[in-house]
């Protein structure tokens, strides 16, 4: 079975348009996550100034050691060290998100991307 030069241009225009069609949806897929992550890593800091965090009253009313020695033991409390690890985990996944991200949208369109950075685990 032979192909005509025409055939040939349509199948490869078509399979170029789904590459960059799967492209954009990668792109608008790592941009929701980012949203995500943004939302999550806003919970997780406002939990933590909560609960981990003197209060204004508590800064107000203690002496400046008084205060350090508040706030180191509360942050060395299992529920603000597990925060803190949360924190963490999430801001390397928008960090590796956002280096994902970079290449998908400055590589030409149709061009190749070459291989994206991949988080550990």
């Not at 170029?16 to 806003?42: M, N, P, S």
């Not at 603000?80 to 390397?92: G, L």
């Not at 998100?97 to 290449?103: C, F, M, N, R």
Request: hydrophobic letters at 30%; one cysteine or more; a negative charge.
């Amino acid at each position: 079975m032979k192909i005509t030069k025409t055939q040939l241009r349509k199948i490869i225009k078509e399979e170029i348009a789904k590459l960059t069609e799967d492209r954009g949806e990668h792109i608008t897929g790592i941009k929701d996550k980012v949203g995500r992550l943004e939302a999550e890593l806003e919970r997780i800091n406002k939990a933590y100034d909560e609960k981990c965090r003197p209060s204004r009253e508590d800064e107000y009313a203690l002496s400046p050691r008084e205060l350090t020695y508040l706030i180191q033991d509360m942050e060395t409390r299992n529920e603000c060290w597990e925060m803190s690890k949360r924190r963490f985990e999430t801001e390397e996944n928008m960090k590796l998100l956002a280096d994902q991200l970079d290449p998908l949208e400055s590589a030409p369109e149709g061009g190749p991307v070459g291989e994206l950075p991949r988080g550990e685990g």
